[in-house]
């Protein structure tokens, strides 16, 4: 199993900045791809970034210029840096990982996800 477990989420004001993290543990041989994607009450999960090991990234439109994802592949943790945050932007944020394990092979794993709430 790939375990991925989310920080970094909070209250924040409309304009402001915020910064998530996700780490992944366990048995590990490799991670292709790492993001993030969020879930809004009553709306379905949709993706926000997602970058690549070798450093490809893709944003949602509504995300692109505000969003920045960056990844440190040495310790299987992937980052969400969010500025100019909206209220739109209020969701529950979750990190996903496209890994493979020394015993169970490939697959697409997922945190617990983190509440980021954007409001004045």
């Known amino acids: 199993q790939v375990h991925l477990v989310e920080s970094g989420g909070g209250l924040v004001q409309p304009g402001g900045s915020l910064k998530l993290s996700c780490a992944a543990s366990?048995?590990?041989?490799?991670?292709?791809?790492m993001g993030w994607y969020r879930q809004a009450p009553g709306k379905e999960r949709e993706l926000v970034a997602t970058m690549g090991h070798g450093g490809k990234k893709t944003y949602t439109d509504s995300v692109k210029g505000r969003f920045t994802i960056s990844r440190d592949n040495a310790k299987n943790t992937v980052y969400l840096e969010m500025n100019s945050l909206k209220p739109e932007d209020t969701a529950v944020y979750y990190c996903n990982a496209d890994g493979m394990t020394y015993y169970s092979g490939s697959g697409l794993y997922w945190g617990q996800g983190t509440q980021v709430t954007v409001s004045s």
């Open positions: 366990g048995s590990i041989f490799s991670i292709s791809s």
